[in-house]
Nanobody, 131 residues
Framework: DVQLQASGGGLVQAGGSLTLSCAAS????????IGWFRQAPGKEREGVAC????????YYEDSVKDRFTISGNNGMNTVYLHMNNLKPEDTAEYYC????????????????????????WGPGTQVTVSS
């Protein structure tokens, strides 16, 4: 079974940086993508960024483009979310989930990322940005 575990959250001042990690295991095939999502109190979970395990293609939500970078190690067993110029509105619980890219036309992940497409959510990690 696919298992994902997010870590690396913390408290940071506005304008600061933080890197989250998602440890991933149990993939039966290579046509999966791993996505970062976040959920602020009282709000719905929303997509942040996504990367395919097969070739490292990346996808970003407009709200984090030019500030966040998603990457993975060789084998994509760990996926990182490098967050720069953090803003108070980035405060949320951050989660990683996975999706088989074969559900999308030509294997291209749909953006905005759709929460219902992803599964195998692990425990989240809290990011708090103070103003």
């Amino acid at each position: 079974d696919v298992q994902l575990q997010a870590s690396g959250g913390g408290l940071v001042q506005a304008g600061g940086s933080l890197t989250l990690s998602c440890a991933a295991s149990g993939f039966p095939f290579n046509d999966y993508a791993i996505g970062w999502f976040r959920q602020a109190p009282g709000k719905e979970r929303e997509g942040v960024a996504c990367i395919t395990r097969s070739d490292g293609t990346t996808y970003y939500e407009d709200s984090v483009k030019d500030r966040f970078t998603i990457s993975g190690n060789n084998g994509m067993n760990t996926v990182y979310l490098h967050m720069n110029n953090l803003k108070p509105e980035d405060t949320a619980e951050y989660y990683c989930g996975t999706v088989r890219t074969s559900i999308y036309l030509r294997g291209i992940v749909a953006v905005p990322l759709r929460v219902d497409d992803f599964h195998s959510w692990g425990p989240g990690t809290q990011v708090t940005v103070s103003s």
